[in-house]
């Protein structure tokens, strides 16, 4: 899936920088001034580079600020402290992160995911605000992993605003900065190379170059290059993907038991090629003396590869049998041992390929001639495309009836293999399976080795923004003695999401299936062959379908077997319809051995598909099937568009002066949004693109358009005292307001299905499991917050503080989960499964104590280290409990790092821990004969990660580097309600980067 280049950023871009010359950070002339780093030759003062120089340099910028605000600055060009951004945050008061596949995702500031993460206090656009990972389709969102750390200079985190500062953050602000060419004093060159390796993986290259130039005293450039390749391997347990938990009434050997049974759990071993170049270009040309030009433009492409090689394990599904014998259940009915027997044994080859391209250009004019009204422009462009592809390929390993090529009896093609799964489990954070009897052969042996099914979809996310603003600074003279600044602004944004989610569909037709022409028809029969007609009469079947699947599986009959008084059974004695020749129509691994590779996962050597042709899922699966041709069908549930105007305008007034002891600050931004969003739900009277509602997409969807308008006002105001030449207090009060989540509002109404294979009505048919939907009547996050700090510098690089923070949220989006009765293809005619969707929910509080320390010592040592306490308290409930936690928050979390510099050799080491948080519910229907859900909480493992790095600088230019990431690879794991009930487990892996830099130039 190819990407299209953008030619309006290309035009802006060129706009920018060839018409004006410019290129450059906008909010380094806006933000406070850091103190000057000292200079090599100056009297009595000791030169710091490095990572004790960005310490500096950040506390210079957290001392000089007027707000509460944590900082991070590059050690140097193109070097950030850490290898990835959110990372380098996690080791801030009151900042954690999520992790997914080994590397730092989302972060959370005091808990909250609802933050806004902005460029140069300017819109900005990562590429992966939304995203789907995995077979399972688990929805993400808010990722900063795409963003390369090289082309940052620095990251300020606000955690109290001020009026001037763009709204959408719950929790807080984070800017990142990009580097001024005014760092430039003549010419500057900069470069490293790297080397990264992970685990047994070979290891890869990554680098970056610095190119700084100043022409004059009026223009200057500075350009960044990065390239970045990783590849990560990582052990995984899946829970949550399958939505068919059961509780009560499970079948074991005996009779029935309690004990929670997830439909599978899916073992896992995962793969991940990242690569990623990233582009910056800075200039600044100073016009004349009154007004300067500047502009910015960031880019970056990211590829991500995931192939997942996965044993399915079923405890709720495919007739699961406990034996009574060997069964282990604890008081609280989690598994803790037993042996289960299954109709199926089967694994599943994934293979994912996402593609990221981004461009941020920002363009300013900043017109300051010394008199009492100054004032800057802003226009901003922010693009990204996300798009992927994915490849599924089932492999079964014991025995499967599929429907022979001219129908009649079906065939078994691994008519060896064992016709049931037995398999032996043993609980833990990462539980262990071992298969049981002739199993255990049975995944390595050729002829009982199957290749059942085939499928591929795709995502498309298109993410545009644009802004213009004014802001203007007026120094009346009557109130010069004070100090007094009145600032106004005003800015007009919109921004634009096109989220598309779709199914590649084979056309069946020459297969047998009824054409596209007779939906809408009745279906009845005469001599045994199909007749359509325009007239419902007594006994006909309506057409609701088209000749199209999604599913290409052995076993899938022709739809139309499916009609009253039909002469076949469509899981009988049907033709088939996804076969791949009739010479050769099915595989498997003796009879096409190339197209299955041998895997270990999680102890179990077994023969998968192969995942290496499936890079390209469209391609892969016209392959497998070349008299079928496919096509990409939009699915209308789970696509949507989201279309966002804001206008606001603000005021605010500070006094102090630089020199004062004191600083006030208050103001208000009002903000008015014009919100639509347009999303489909099911008719009452479906038609599908495909056979059925689980092998294809819906056609004649309900779009509509749901249109909003709402104003917030977000008063502000806060004060910084000096109290001695050392020691600050602070105190801020805010009102804020954050986004909504894009697949909240979005999504449609989207339903599960899983084939059944028990003995009965019902087998071989596929029936509804789980289901999920969004709202567009959601609300935004609005919350009353309040902080209270107390700080005290002392030397160059000393630094204590606490401060105690309040937030009063108005109301949360939860989730509820219903039991709902879903047409699908059951007896009954409907399977009551969970169904979840995103309500406005009541509010709630977080409370805490932020304490922070940092010091380094004269010889060269030094440290920096932080505790965060935060209790929080919230609407959700559940089955089990009452007044949750808010989503996300930690109640204690710490951060250590030690550090030397000194004698031309660095090193540091750096620890950081989370506690366990809450991370929402998990529906599910309870198994019971009368039915009803269960709902319970997910849990997030508390987490600590060591890493370390060591530097030698062989000249004053060139300096050799060794990091470590994840020194004692520690995993990561969530629970479901009960800290022994697994539901997500990933493994970590250590990484070690070897590194070359050289610096010329200043």
């Not at 690569?275 to 016009?287: D, M, V």
């Not at 044994?345 to 300051?368: L, P």
């Not at 009836?401 to 129908?407: I, L, Q, T």
């Not at 989730?815 to 009551?832: L, N």
Request: proline share 4%; with cysteine.
């Amino acid at each position: 899936m190819l990407k299209s280049h953008h030619p309006r950023l290309a035009l802006m871009a060129a706009a920018s920088f060839l018409a004006l010359g410019t290129a450059t950070a906008v909010s380094a002339q806006d933000a406070p001034a850091a103190a000057p780093a000292p200079v090599a030759g100056d009297d009595n003062v000791v030169v710091v580079r490095g990572f004790r120089a960005s310490l500096q340099s950040s506390l210079n910028t957290k001392k000089n600020s007027n707000l509460i605000i944590e900082s991070v600055t590059a050690e140097d060009m193109g070097k950030f402290p850490d290898q990835n951004i959110a990372e380098s945050l996690q080791r801030l008061p009151g900042i954690q992160i999520d992790r997914e596949n080994g590397q730092g995702t989302k972060v959370r500031i005091r808990g909250l995911d609802q933050n806004v993460t902005v460029l140069n206090n300017d819109i900005f656009v990562s590429g992966m605000e939304i995203f789907r990972l995995g077979e399972g389709n688990i929805r993400q969102d808010a990722s900063l992993e795409g963003i390369p750390s090289e082309l940052i200079g620095g990251v300020d985190v606000y955690k109290s605003p001020d009026a001037s500062l763009l709204e959408g953050g719950l929790g807080g602000i984070v800017n990142l900065k990009t580097r001024s060419p005014r760092a430039v004093r003549d010419m500057l060159f900069s470069g490293d190379i790297r080397l990264n390796k992970g685990g047994e993986g070979d290891a890869t290259p990554v680098g970056s170059l610095v190119f700084g130039k100043k022409f004059g005293d009026r223009f200057g450039l500075l350009a960044t290059v990065s390239y970045d390749r990783t590849d990560i391997h990582t052990d995984v347990l899946g829970g949550e993907n399958r939505g068919g938990w059961r509780l009560f009434e499970r079948p074991t050997s005996g009779g029935t038991a309690t004990v929670y049974s997830p439909e599978y759990r899916y073992a896992t071993n995962r793969n991940q090629e990242r690569e990623r170049i990233g582009f910056s270009l800075s200039g600044e040309f100073h016009a004349s003396d009154s007004l300067t030009l500047t502009g910015d433009w960031f880019h970056s492409d990211l590829s991500i590869l995931t192939s997942e090689a996965s044993l399915k394990f079923p405890f709720a599904n495919e007739g699961a049998t406990y034996a009574a014998s060997s069964l282990t259940i604890d008081s609280n009915r989690v598994l803790q041992s037993g042996t289960v027997t299954a109709n199926s044994a089967e694994s599943i080859t994934f293979v994912q390929n996402g593609e990221v391209t981004t461009d941020n250009v920002q363009f300013a004019a900043k017109w300051d001639n010394g008199g009492t009204l100054t004032g800057t422009f802003r226009a901003a462009l922010s693009k990204a495309d996300y798009e992927s592809s994915s490849a599924n390929a089932d492999v079964r390993y014991t025995q499967y009836g599929v429907r022979a090529v001219n129908g009649g009896a079906g065939i078994t093609p691994n008519s060896t293999a064992p016709a049931t799964f037995t398999f032996s489990y043993k609980n833990g954070d990462l539980p262990s399976f071992s298969a049981a009897g002739p199993n255990a052969t049975a995944f390595t042996n050729p002829a009982m080795v199957f290749a059942k099914s085939h499928w591929a979809f795709g995502e498309k996310t298109d993410i545009e923004n644009t802004a213009v603003s004014a802001d203007f600074k007026w120094r009346p003279d009557f109130a010069a003695d004070a100090g007094l600044v009145v600032s106004f602004g005003a800015r007009f944004a919109e921004r634009t999401v096109d989220s598309e989610y779709g199914r590649y569909l084979a056309d069946l037709t020459s297969r047998g299936e009824l054409p596209a022409s007779a939906q809408g028809k009745y279906l009845t029969f005469s001599a045994g062959q199909p007749v359509v007609s325009p007239t419902n009469t007594t006994g006909s079947t309506f057409i609701n379908w088209t000749p199209y699947g999604y599913f290409m599986d052995g076993a899938i009959g022709l739809k139309w077997c499916d009609g009253a008084g039909s002469p076949c059974g469509r899981f009988g004695d049907s033709k088939a319809t996804a076969f791949h020749s009739s010479a050769a129509p099915y595989d498997t691994a003796a009879s096409n051995p190339g197209r299955f590779e041998q895997v270990n996962i999680l102890g179990i050597n077994a023969l998968v598909n192969r995942a290496d042709g499936m890079t390209d899922a469209a391609a892969w699966i016209s392959k497998l099937y070349p008299e079928t041709p496919f096509k990409f069908f939009r699915d209308p549930l789970e696509s949507f568009q989201v279309e966002e105007k804001t206008t606001t305008g603000y005021m605010m007034a500070d006094v102090g002066e630089r020199g004062d002891r004191f600083h006030l600050n208050a103001g208000v931004r009002v903000v008015k949004t014009e919100l639509a969003v347009t999303a489909s739900s099911t008719p009452v009277t479906p038609l599908w693109w495909g056979t059925d509602s689980w092998n294809g997409i819906l056609k004649n969807p309900d779009t509509g358009t749901t249109v909003r308008e709402y104003t917030d006002v977000l008063p502000s105001a806060s004060a910084v005292f000096d109290l001695n030449e050392s020691d600050k207090l602070r105190a801020s009060a805010a009102r804020v307001v954050s986004r909504q989540n894009l697949f909240q509002l979005g999504q449609g109404s989207a339903y599960d299905f899983t084939r059944s294979s028990s003995p009965g009505p019902n087998l071989d048919k596929f029936l509804y499991t789980s289901g999920s939907g969004g709202n567009p009547n959601l609300d935004p996050y609005r919350a009353s917050q309040y902080d209270v700090a107390y700080e005290r510098y002392f030397g160059q690089d000393g630094f204590v503080s606490g401060g105690f923070f309040y937030k009063s949220v108005d109301s949360f989006i939860q989730t509820d989960t219903i039991s709902v009765c879903v047409a699908d293809q059951s007896a009954a005619g409907c399977t009551s499964g969970p169904f979840s969707a995103p309500v406005n929910g009541e509010g709630g509080t977080i409370k805490g104590v932020e304490l922070a320390a940092q010091y380094a010592f004269d010889n060269g040592f030094g440290f920096t280290a932080n505790y965060t306490y935060s209790d929080s308290e919230s609407s959700n409930f559940n089955d089990f409990d009452d007044n949750l936690p808010i989503p996300g928050v930690s109640k204690h979390a710490y951060n250590i790092q030690g550090f030397y510099e000194g004698n031309g050799f660095e090193a540091r080491v750096s620890y950081a821990w989370r506690d366990k948080a809450y991370y929402g519910n998990f529906g599910f229907g309870s198994g019971a004969a009368g039915g009803g859900t269960v709902t319970a909480g997910t849990w997030e493992r508390a987490y600590g990660q060591l890493d370390a790095q060591v530097g030698y600088s062989i000249t004053p230019k060139l300096k050799v580097t060794l990091e470590g990431i994840n020194l004692t690879e520690e995993s990561t794991g969530r629970y479901l309600q009960f800290e022994n009930l697994p539901l997500r487990y990933a493994s970590g892996e250590r990484r070690i980067i070897l590194g070359l830099r050289y610096n010329f130039g200043n």
